[in-house]
Nanobody
Framework: QVQVVESGGGLVLPGGSLRLSCAAS????????MGWYRQAPGKQRELVAH???????NYADSVKGRFTISRDNAKNTVYLQMNSLKSEDTAVYYC??????????WGQGTQVTVSS
């Protein structure tokens, strides 16, 4: 059984920062990629950022320069440092884990609300 657990969401003022964490455990086999997606009300889920086991990163244009993704391979953990947050970053953020057989695992999601 695989578990993907996110933490770190919450309410923040515009311009503020949050750090999300995601830990994967269980029978995942070899993880090749970990990342974050988000879904705002009435919108489709979209990629925020992902990082491969080799450290290659990919970001959505809307978060480049503001968000930073990193991971600890030994702990099967991925982080998302979010700075200069905007109201349009408000969404449920989901952690995604992909193993070498391209199986996808998802967390339950964590709410991020950017509001004054």
């Amino acid at each position: 059984q695989v578990q993907v657990v996110e933490s770190g969401g919450g309410l923040v003022l515009p311009g503020g920062s949050l750090r999300l964490s995601c830990a994967a455990s269980g029978s995942i086999l070899s993880i090749v990629r970990m990342g974050w997606y988000r879904q705002a009300p009435g919108k489709q889920r979209e990629l925020v950022a992902h990082i491969t086991s080799a450290g290659t990163t990919n970001y959505a244009d809307s978060v480049k320069g503001r968000f930073t993704i990193s991971r600890d391979n030994a702990k099967n953990t991925v982080y998302l440092q979010m700075n200069s947050l905007k109201s349009e970053d408000t969404a449920v953020y989901y952690c995604n884990v992909v193993n070498r057989f391209m199986a996808n695992y998802w967390g339950q999601g964590t709410q991020v609300t950017v509001s004054s």
